[in-house]
């Protein structure tokens, strides 16, 4: 971890309506630094990344990224930041290699860049087919190659394993981590606990629009439970069960 | 504050408008609104050849004396004949009115007193001027052939003169090709938009867009220009359908264009205001139901309260389909399309002020 700061979040507060989903969360993730950001459903997650990603704007505080001003500088920092979406929004009509042509166009990136992401992701075999076609593994890496494709200097993952089978979800892990060894700033929300623990340099626990806890992984297990999940279930209430029933 | 250099702009609406433009060939929700208008162009187009009597000849008459011909003519069982028409001008207007090929006689004051004499003189005759020279020769030969059987000597037809240009009011076969372009120009531009932006919210590729360096109103501008295209493919099929209606190509290319702007800034519209096909397939009829038939109100003029037809005529089809009209009319002034032309562009301008406020209160 160094200490120039990717992500600076002051004081964020975000009302929808009479509701404050965000009450004034506060924290910073280093350059090149793996966050995990945990929390039960509800709990402001998906908020505080449409926050960051400049797709919504605060009610209140401040947020930073790359030193840019999430509201006021919002294109040069959307310029600079890869977005994996919880849903695979993808072109399905459209190849993956179209896809990615496509995003190539509105980056302004050089076409060559495309194959090399998708022989990074190893999809280069698969480039041709229409996205309808292709398994629910290989969109979450055609997903991933979009983040990737101009890139970025942090990249926001939004359950990047979710509904994978394990060997998929095991390949993505290991790339997330090349990618950090890269020097890549990670931002990660995630409902596996394992996969947080394993990835994550530090772990933000949001509940209820408040931060409970931030820590490494390590700290936090040895202050509330002998694994994250007893830590989450500790200071949310929630049991992780409960989560994917919702 | 601008933080896109203009290249930069450009390079991101091109990319948003052809990748709009090729989605929609691959979109079948998107395809069927082109194809279902360029449907309706082909059936206004085809219309009047369904009606046309095919055995019988259509001719008005204007007979300037009181020849016993009119009656032949009348009395002929392949000869439609109008006549009784005051004078020359009042027929060759009612033949400006007709949407089929038809042929507007004169007979002059002494053509019996020649035909007694065995010289009958050659008749005038007019045609609407879209008719192809083919065809006219065909409406000749015929004419000729028909007055020969009657008269049992030889008369000819002279349809050499000066063909008969519409009026900007006319009816006929420039109202049938005004009416389907205002169609195509409104029903394209105002469901394409809204019909793709859908599809982005549905596919949620409209988030990606959003974090892209893309900016609410590079996405509106791009699929504004998919839009703008699809409608001038559907006003080239009008067009290329009915070339020969169209006299001043470029008064009939601004309507063009200012009908696309006003239709896709309203699609547009739609497009920022409705988040569900359920809301998009009412509100979209909602908005078009009002502006299609008020084009059947003024069409039908005569049939409605003068202050409803009025009021109708500042509708923006009807600003439409009267500047369509006027593009195909013989000799116009400024006065026939100029305020029309502006009102239809301030409509444009004023729908695009509504997008924006639209845009903006969803750029939250």
Same mark, same amino acid.
């Given at each position: 971890?160094?200490?120039?700061?990717?992500?600076?979040?002051?004081?964020?507060?975000?009302?929808?309506?009479?509701?404050?989903?965000?009450?004034?969360?506060?924290?910073?993730?280093?350059?090149?630094?793996?966050?995990?950001?945990?929390?039960?459903?509800?709990?402001?997650?998906?908020?505080?990344?449409? &926050?960051?990603?400049?797709?919504?704007?605060?009610?209140?505080?401040?947020?930073?990224?790359?030193?840019?001003?999430?509201?006021?500088?919002?294109?040069?920092?959307?310029?600079?930041?890869?977005?994996?979406?919880?849903?695979?929004?993808?072109? /399905?009509?459209?190849?993956?290699?179209?896809?990615?042509?496509?995003?190539?166009?509105?980056?302004?990136?050089? @076409?060559?860049?495309?194959?090399?992401?998708?022989?990074?992701?190893?999809?280069?075999?698969?480039?041709?087919?229409?996205?309808? =076609?292709?398994?629910?593994?290989?969109?979450?890496?055609?997903?991933?190659?979009?983040?990737?494709?101009?890139?970025?200097? =942090?990249?926001?993952?939004? %359950?990047?394993?979710?509904?994978?089978?394990?060997?998929?979800?095991?390949?993505?892990?290991?790339?997330?981590?090349?990618?950090?060894?890269?020097?890549?700033?990670? #931002?990660?929300?995630?409902?596996?606990?394992?996969?947080?623990?394993?990835?994550?340099?530090?772990?933000?626990?949001?509940?209820?629009?408040?931060?409970?806890?931030?820590?490494?992984?390590?700290?936090?297990?040895?202050? @509330?439970?002998?694994?994250? %999940?007893?830590? #989450?279930?500790?200071?949310?209430?929630?049991?992780?069960?409960?989560?994917?029933? %919702? | 504050?601008?933080?896109?250099?203009?290249?930069?702009?450009?390079?991101?609406?091109?990319? &948003?408008?052809?990748?709009?433009?090729?989605?929609?060939?691959?979109?079948?929700?998107?395809?069927?609104?082109?194809?279902?208008?360029?449907?309706?162009?082909?059936?206004?187009?085809?219309?009047?050849?369904?009606?046309?009597?095919?055995?019988?000849?259509?001719?008005?008459?204007?007979?300037?004396?009181?020849? +016993?011909?009119?009656?032949?003519?009348?009395?002929?069982?392949?000869?439609?004949?109008?006549?009784?028409?005051?004078?020359? /001008?009042?027929?060759?207007?009612?033949?400006?009115?007709?949407?089929?090929?038809?042929?507007?006689?004169?007979?002059?004051?002494? #053509?019996?007193?020649?035909?007694?004499?065995?010289?009958?003189?050659?008749?005038?005759?007019?045609?609407? @001027?879209?008719? +192809?020279?083919?065809?006219?020769?065909?409406?000749?030969?015929?004419?000729?052939?028909?007055?020969?059987?009657?008269?049992?000597?030889?008369?000819?037809?002279?349809?050499?003169?000066?063909?008969?240009?519409?009026?900007?009011?006319?009816?006929?076969?420039?109202?049938?090709?005004?009416?389907?372009?205002?169609?195509?120009?409104?029903?394209?531009?105002?469901?394409?938009?809204?019909?793709?932006?859908? /599809?982005?919210?549905?596919?949620?590729?409209?988030?990606?867009?959003? =974090?892209?360096?893309?900016?609410?109103?590079?996405?509106?501008?791009?699929?504004?220009?998919?839009?703008?295209?699809?409608?001038?493919?559907?006003?080239?099929?009008?067009?290329?359908?009915?070339?020969?209606?169209?006299?001043?190509?470029?008064?009939?290319?601004?309507?063009?264009?200012?009908?696309?702007?006003? +239709?896709?800034?309203?699609?547009?519209?739609?497009?920022?205001?409705?988040?569900?096909?359920?809301?998009?397939?009412?509100?979209?009829?909602?908005?078009?139901?009002?502006?299609?038939? +008020?084009?059947? #109100?003024?069409?039908?003029?005569?049939?409605?309260?003068?202050?409803? =037809?009025?009021?109708?005529?500042?509708?923006?089809?009807?600003?439409?389909?009267?500047?369509?009209?006027?593009?195909?009319?013989?000799?116009?002034?400024?006065?026939?399309?100029?305020?029309?032309?502006?009102?239809?562009?301030?409509?444009?301008?004023?729908?695009?002020?509504?997008?924006?406020?639209?845009?903006?209160?969803?750029?939250?």
């Amino acid at each position: 971890m160094t200490g120039t700061q990717a992500i600076s979040v002051q004081a964020l507060t975000r009302d929808y309506g009479a509701v404050r989903a965000l009450k004034g969360i506060s924290f910073d993730v280093a350059q090149g630094e793996v966050f995990g950001f945990l929390g039960p459903n509800g709990a402001g997650k998906t908020t505080t990344i449409k &926050i960051l990603t400049g797709q919504l704007r605060p009610s209140g505080g401040t947020a930073q990224v790359l030193g840019y001003d999430v509201v006021k500088e919002r294109q040069e920092l959307q310029a600079r930041i890869g977005v994996v979406f919880e849903h695979q929004n993808l072109y /399905e009509r459209l190849s993956g290699r179209d896809n990615l042509t496509f995003s190539a166009r509105l980056y302004g990136v050089d @076409h060559q860049r495309v194959d090399q992401v998708l022989d990074l992701l190893g999809l280069a075999q698969q480039a041709g087919k229409k996205v309808k =076609v292709y398994s629910n593994g290989m969109k979450q890496r055609l997903l991933i190659a979009r983040a990737l494709l101009h890139e970025p200097d =942090v990249l926001f993952l939004d %359950e990047p394993t979710r509904g994978l089978d394990p060997n998929v979800a095991r390949d993505i892990r290991t790339f997330v981590a090349e990618l950090a060894d890269k020097g890549v700033t990670v #931002f990660l929300t995630t409902h596996y606990m394992e996969e947080a623990d394993r990835l994550s340099d530090r772990v933000a626990i949001l509940h209820q629009g408040n931060i409970v806890a931030l820590d490494t992984p390590a700290a936090l297990k040895a202050k @509330h439970g002998e694994s994250l %999940e007893d830590v #989450f279930i500790a200071l949310t209430g929630n049991s992780l069960r409960g989560q994917f029933e %919702e | 504050m601008r933080k896109h250099s203009l290249a930069t702009d450009i390079r991101i609406v091109q990319a &948003i408008a052809t990748n709009d433009i090729w989605d929609v060939v691959r979109n079948k929700n998107a395809l069927m609104v082109v194809v279902m208008a360029l449907l309706v162009v082909v059936f206004y187009r085809a219309l009047p050849l369904l009606y046309a009597d095919a055995t019988n000849m259509s001719v008005r008459i204007y007979d300037a004396g009181d020849s +016993s011909l009119v009656a032949m003519l009348e009395n002929s069982s392949t000869v439609d004949a109008y006549i009784g028409y005051a004078s020359l /001008e009042a027929m060759k207007a009612r033949v400006a009115d007709d949407d089929t090929p038809e042929l507007g006689l004169v007979i002059p004051e002494d #053509f019996d007193l020649l035909l007694d004499a065995g010289t009958p003189p050659a008749l005038t005759a007019y045609t609407q @001027h879209w008719v +192809s020279d083919r065809d006219v020769s065909k409406i000749r030969e015929r004419m000729e052939g028909e007055l020969a059987a009657l008269l049992g000597i030889a008369v000819d037809v002279d349809v050499t003169g000066d063909r008969i240009d519409a009026l900007p009011t006319s009816h006929g076969l420039g109202a049938t090709v005004a009416m389907s372009l205002a169609y195509v120009t409104i029903v394209i531009g105002t469901t394409l938009p809204p019909n793709l932006m859908l /599809e982005e919210r549905k596919a949620r590729t409209l988030d990606a867009l959003l =974090v892209s360096p893309a900016t609410p109103a590079h996405i509106a501008l791009g699929k504004a220009i998919c839009g703008l295209f699809y409608v001038l493919v559907g006003a080239a099929v009008t067009f290329a359908a009915s070339y020969a209606v169209v006299t001043h190509w470029e008064l009939a290319l601004m309507t063009t264009i200012a009908a696309g702007i006003f +239709s896709v800034s309203l699609g547009l519209l739609l497009g920022a205001l409705l988040e569900s096909r359920q809301q998009m397939q009412l509100w979209t009829w909602v908005v078009l139901a009002p502006l299609l038939i +008020s084009v059947v #109100f003024v069409l039908m003029e005569e049939l409605m309260p003068p202050v409803l =037809v009025s009021v109708f005529r500042w509708v923006p089809t009807n600003l439409v389909l009267n500047l369509a009209r006027a593009a195909f009319a013989g000799t116009i002034t400024a006065a026939d399309w100029a305020w029309q032309l502006l009102a239809l562009l301030a409509a444009g301008a004023a729908t695009m002020i509504a997008v924006v406020w639209a845009i903006r209160r969803s750029d939250r």
